[in-house]
């Protein structure tokens, strides 16, 4: 995907971890068809923004829990092991990338 300092975790997800992320993406996905089927029925294009904003909220609160855990597990270990900077630098690059 990038250059990354790892290609995962250092603290892998645990298995409920894991099942809160990808049942928030279900719900997400279930919402884009959702907003396909109201394209699809020529619905309002007012009740359509409404549900692309409520993906985009739910998106970014996915975002955040995975920044959440990405911080208190691998930034984390990374400045207890001497690798802060490059680590934090990192993630600031790919945060600068969903302000744009």
């Known amino acids: 995907m990038g250059d990354f300092l790892h290609d995962q975790p250092i603290k892998p997800r645990t298995a409920d971890e894991k099942?809160?992320?990808?049942?928030r993406l279900k719900r997400v996905e279930g919402q884009v068809r959702g907003i396909q089927k109201m394209v699809e029925e020529d619905r309002y294009c007012m009740d359509i923004l409404v549900q692309i904003r409520a993906i985009q909220s739910a998106l970014q609160q996915v975002g955040f829990s995975v920044t959440e855990r990405h911080i208190k597990h691998?930034?984390?270990d990374a400045i207890n092991s001497g690798e802060g900077n490059e680590t934090i630098d990192e993630l600031l690059t790919?945060?600068?990338q969903f302000s744009k």
Request: proline share 0%.
């Open 19 to 23: 099942q809160a992320v990808i049942n």
């Open 74 to 76: 691998c930034v984390k």
């Open 94 to 96: 790919v945060l600068k």
